[in-house]
């Protein structure tokens, strides 16, 4: 089993930023992809951005493009999302994701084979 735990989120004022952090243990893989989606209230889970298993590929919805990074330090089994110039349409529950053997992520959630609980992502205009 891998169990993964989401950290940073919060309440930020718009134009503001947040860092989250995903961190993953238990079993570990030689190669692993990696996501984050997020899903507000009465909305389906959708794809935020997502990072291939080296790290040399990263992906992101036409939304956060621009203002969201994502990284991961694989020998610390670490993702982040940086979130930057925050709006109020980002205030969600942002959930990591990781898809095993699995090198090109997919930008689907049934692509993943792991999820963490979430953290919540509040935005005040």
């Known amino acids: 089993q891998v169990q993964l735990a989401e950290s940073g989120g919060g309440l930020v004022q718009a134009g503001g930023s947040l860092r989250l952090s995903c961190a993953a243990s238990g079993r570990t893989f030689s190669v692993y992809a990696m996501g984050w989606f997020r899903q507000a209230p009465g909305v389906e889970r959708e794809f935020v951005a997502a990072?291939?298993?080296?790290?040399?590929?990263?992906y992101y919805a036409d939304s956060v493009k621009g203002r969201f990074t994502i990284s991961r330090v694989n020998a610390k089994n670490m993702v982040y999302l940086q979130m930057n110039n925050l709006k109020p349409e980002d205030t969600a529950v942002y959930y990591c994701?990781?898809?095993?053997?699995?090198?090109?992520?997919?930008?689907?959630?049934?692509?993943?084979?792991?999820w963490g609980q979430g953290t919540l992502v509040t935005v005040s205009s």
């Open positions: 994701a990781l898809a095993f053997n699995r090198e090109i992520p997919d930008l689907n959630s049934r692509g993943y084979d792991y």
């Open positions: 990072i291939s298993g080296s790290g040399d590929r990263t």
